[in-house]
């Protein structure tokens, strides 16, 4: 592993919607010293403007939102072409942890389901994975 931590062999794009700008620094703040680029938007339409204009890697996206929820955002992104971006990993981040918010939303399109607070090793852990797995 000539001393690399996984987040830096695997440093990439992510886009984080977020309405609560607090976590939505926090989150900005603590990917980017982790040696992630970071777009983070607090409304359905500018992230989904954003997913456009930089494709991510990776999907943070927080399902209840002033515009819209993450599953109408998620089924946007779902609905392209994987050329286009409709491939790309999604992580649903909630308060709502029971089984069927996260039912809803791995049905949804999103790979994972992360509950309010969440930890940083298991958002890190949770990344790296979807990233080396390869599903984008």
Do not use: W, Y
């Not at 992510?14 to 603590?30: N, P």
């Amino acid at each position: 592993m000539n001393g690399e931590s996984s987040t830096e062999r695997v440093a990439r794009h992510i886009l984080v919607l977020e309405d609560h700008e607090d976590t939505r620094m926090l989150l900005g703040i603590l990917l980017r010293n982790l040696g992630f680029t970071v777009d983070a938007t607090a409304r359905v339409a500018d992230g989904f403007a954003a997913f456009q204009q930089k494709r991510p890697d990776v999907i943070l996206c927080d399902l209840s939102m002033p515009d819209g929820d993450g599953f109408g955002f998620i089924a946007q992104v779902r609905a392209l072409p994987e050329e286009n971006g409709g491939k790309v990993p999604a992580i649903a981040l909630s308060a709502f942890s029971g089984r069927k918010v996260v039912d809803r939303a791995l049905r949804a399109g999103f790979n994972r389901h992360l509950a309010k607070p969440v930890g940083l090793d298991t958002l890190i852990s949770a990344v790296t994975e979807l990233l080396t797995e390869g599903c984008g």
